[in-house]
């Protein structure tokens, strides 16, 4: 029975097996349960996903950049709303929103352990490499729980593969293709970037080292970065055409922090790393330290190891201390000249951390007495410890797909004004913007990272009475901003209020709002009208499939 076990955990394609099987497993509860399944609400079901219905019912998804897109603050052109072509638009069209998301993250899962494998095979030398740690890595690494519906962190591996293939003068037609179509399913400004970079440097090293110069990485990294900038066209449109529209962006202010907050703000990144990049390396990250420091007192240093874990904690300190009250003037010059932020290194993170999870677990493995059975614990700890953050288990205590965009309540809302839906505009009070505009309400609030900062000024003045009654929701509008909600200082920062809530005294200029075109104020807060004549309340809306109680107001 032992001797069946161990062949077993050593047979790579009965593990490989294993592994799609429980892939299957993890998606199995989001099939199942369809809308009705828990999905992350923050920066996905408030945005991205409202964005991408935006983009199919305004009939824009491949469309110019300016074309305009009546249904957003009066209308902004594609590029504001967003900014890429990319292949992940294409699910969405064939599947419809729900299911073109969740095949979106299967395909993410897939790629993510494929691209893994491929990475870890090439790295770690084959009289080394023991099935159960390449095969199980990879497996941990693509059940992340991986932010969006893109390749910009889970692809990143089967892309550096690509790379490695082509720097190693492997004539791989795979690679190439790998390299064409990967800016068409990521971001460049998230990762892209911060990748080139990387190659970059590869590029370099070579030069150094070799004294030669490899043509083929070269040629590799110039066709990648010019199909981004065909990926990201609209990105470059509105930086490059001469309209006068400015972003919002050119008044976002970063907070300064002392050297304390500094501090912490780089041991966090490096002991936890960052919410939009999930590497949930918190305890992967002791076998990992503990090798690198062995290679030192042991002298046999492995410089890649040793460059990739430097790498991690330089980027960790550069994130931190970014924004550093001392550097802040200096960053503020290099933002100007180069305006992205500078810290997103870190969406490089998990790929490298699961990089050196597979080296450092294969040196265990090899060169101590109990070596794989360490392996074998820390990888099957580690995919426990990813498996309690599927998103239906983080997600549990919040509304579920289906609940939180309420199409059933919404469309009574829609019958109940009887008016063509372009005619007439809304904004919506603790609830988020974004299922109004799921739901096909032309809106004049919204959450997008990039629009006219007119429009936002403009706005301010409806709420602004408002802000000055919270300094922290001022300074949030101010110096952020990709929120313009009509916040209400009663509410705060609360977009999923329960029930009852009750706005006593809303101080908007409703006379601003009612030139903008804004008829209808969606409330999950019932609004006290006794101190303010303008607004009126229609009617209250319930649905036993709404997570929400809407009570909605008529601006006269």
């Not at 892939?23 to 989001?30: D, H, K, V």
């Not at 009250?325 to 998990?350: A, C, G, N, S, Y």
């Amino acid at each position: 029975m032992r001797k069946t076990v161990q062949s077993l955990i050593v047979n790579r394609n009965f593990l490989i097996g294993v592994s799609l099987l429980i892939i299957l497993i993890y998606f199995s509860p989001l099939f199942y349960h369809g809308e009705n399944s828990h999905i992350l609400i923050h920066d996905n079901l408030d945005s991205s996903i409202s964005w991408v219905r935006i983009l199919l019912d305004n009939g824009v998804l491949f469309s110019s950049p300016d074309q305009n897109i009546p249904q957003i603050f009066n209308g902004i052109p594609r590029y504001y709303l967003y900014g890429t072509y990319d292949i992940s638009l294409i699910w969405f069209k064939i599947f419809g929103l729900f299911y073109g998301y969740i095949f979106n993250k299967l395909i993410m899962c897939l790629i993510a352990f494929v691209g893994m494998f491929s990475l870890l095979k090439k790295i770690i030398q084959p009289k080394d490499s023991y099935p159960f740690i390449l095969v199980g890595v990879s497996l941990v690494f693509a059940l992340l729980p991986f932010w969006s519906f893109t390749l910009s962190v889970c692809g990143l591996p089967l892309a550096l593969y690509a790379f490695l293939n082509i720097r190693d003068r492997e004539k791989h037609p795979i690679s190439w293709l790998i390299i064409i179509l990967f800016p068409f399913y990521s971001s460049l400004i998230l990762s892209g970037v911060f990748f080139i970079g990387i190659l970059i440097l590869i590029l370099g090293y070579d030069i150094y080292k070799n004294k030669t110069f490899n043509i083929p990485l070269f040629l590799g990294i110039g066709v990648f970065s010019l199909l981004y900038v065909v990926s990201h066209y609209p990105i470059f449109y509105s930086f490059l055409s001469d309209s006068a529209l400015i972003s919002h962006r050119v008044e976002m202010n970063r907070p300064e922090l002392n050297l304390a907050k500094s501090y912490n703000e780089a041991i966090d990144i490096f002991r936890f790393g960052q919410y939009h990049a999930h590497s949930l390396h918190e305890y992967i990250i002791y076998p990992v330290t503990i090798v690198f420091i062995l290679q030192f007192v042991l002298k046999n240093i492995d410089k890649k190891y040793t460059s990739i874990f430097i790498f991690i904690a330089l980027t960790s300190v550069f994130y931190g201390f970014i924004n550093w009250e001392v550097l802040d003037p200096l960053t503020d010059k290099i933002m100007v000249i180069i305006p992205i932020q500078l810290d997103r290194f870190h969406f490089l993170h998990p790929m490298f951390w699961y990089l050196l999870l597979g080296i450092s677990l294969t040196s265990i493995s090899t060169k101590w007495k109990f070596g794989k059975l360490i392996a074998v614990g820390v990888i099957l700890f580690q995919l426990g410890f990813v498996f309690s953050h599927h998103e239906i288990r983080t997600q549990k205590n919040e509304p579920t797909y289906h609940e939180f965009y309420a199409e059933e309540l919404f469309e009574e809302i829609k019958q109940f004004i009887s008016k063509p839906i372009d005619s007439y505009r809304v904004i919506s009070i603790g609830i988020h913007p974004s299922i109004a505009q799921y739901n096909g309400f032309y809106t004049l609030d919204g959450y997008f990272n990039n629009y006219p900062l007119e429009y936002k000024h403009q706005f301010r003045k409806v709420i602004s009475n408002e802000l000055d009654k919270d300094d922290k929701l001022k300074s949030y509008f101010d110096n952020w901003g990709s929120r313009c909600y009509a916040f209400s200082a009663e509410l705060g920062q609360s977009y999923l209020n329960p029930r009852p809530t009750k706005i006593n005294n809303l101080d908007f200029d409703f006379k601003v709002l009612k030139q903008m075109g804004g008829e209808y104020i969606i409330s999950s807060a019932e609004i006290d009208t006794k101190n303010e004549q303008v607004i009126q309340l229609q009617r209250t809306f319930e649905h036993p499939n709404s997570y929400w109680q809407i009570h909605l107001y008529k601006v006269n």
